[in-house]
């Protein structure tokens, strides 16, 4: 089946810096990539749609500025939590479906999770 | 009123019985429907697909879905242990970029040898 990695799987940062999460499609590619967000028993919530070659799409209520979304290549998009705090520590999940597949089929990376200290 | 609705649980049942799972969407036009299964701590995984009203069966896994009620549900039949997860339902909903799925909230499921 189709793999989706994340990287890194967890990451601790201090307040105010800024980190950078990888979401890779190993044996397809993907024009779309959807990066999701789950706080502690609450459900994933859509935070945008990375979009190969052009800006990424937010939702509603999710800073742009903040969350740094650049899907550089078929099978690479990049989330980038820009000056941390502790509410952004969130388990980050992302979502790929295959060109082929079409959208109804995704294939979810392992999360990264985030703790903001 | 959420896009997609469960109720949290947690839903107990012995090692054995038919597990019950029920979800409720509000936008008629989604067309796909999916259930994950969710082990803390991991990414989801997707157990089932359905598109089509009525019932769609897999291994102990029936899906069955009623459009017009907006209504999906998921029965696991002859639960095991490994089967204790949270299950989301998701539906699919047209954004500007495409499609992406909603997820509901998730159902606790704990089944006890």
């Known amino acids: 089946g189709a793999v989706v990695s994340q990287h890194p799987s967890w990451v601790i940062c201090k307040s105010g810096t800024s980190v950078k999460i990888e979401c890779r499609s190993l044996d397809f590619q993907a024009t779309t990539m959807f990066w999701y967000r789950q706080f502690p028993k609450q459900s994933l919530m859509l935070m945008a749609t990375s979009n190969e070659g052009s800006k990424a799409t937010y939702e509603q209520g999710v800073e742009k500025d903040k969350f740094l979304i650049n899907h550089a290549s078929l099978t690479l998009s990049t989330l980038t939590v820009t000056s941390a705090h502790p509410e952004d520590s969130s388990f980050y999940i992302c979502?790929?479906?295959?060109?082929?597949?079409?959208?109804?089929?995704?294939?979810f990376g392992p999360g990264t999770r985030l703790t903001v200290l | 009123q959420k896009e997609v609705e469960q109720n949290s649980g947690p839903l107990s049942v012995p090692e054995g019985a038919i597990a019950s799972l029920n979800c409720t969407y509000s936008?008629?036009?989604?067309?796909?429907f999916f259930w994950y299964r969710q082990y803390s701590g991991k990414s989801p995984e997707l157990i089932m697909s359905?598109?089509?009203?009525g019932d769609k069966e897999d291994g102990r896994f029936t899906a069955q879905l009623n459009k017009a009620s907006q209504y999906v549900s998921l029965l696991i039949r002859d639960s095991q242990p490994s089967d204790s997860a949270t299950y989301l339902c998701?539906?699919?909903?047209?954004?500007?970029?495409?499609?992406?799925?909603?997820f509901g909230k998730g159902t606790t499921l704990s089944v006890s040898s």
């Open positions: 998701a539906v699919n909903k047209f954004i500007q970029a495409g499609t992406a799925l909603i």
């Open positions: 936008d008629r036009g989604s067309q796909s």
């Open positions: 979502s790929a479906p295959p060109l082929q597949g079409g959208t109804d089929t995704q294939y």
């Open positions: 359905i598109y089509s009203n």
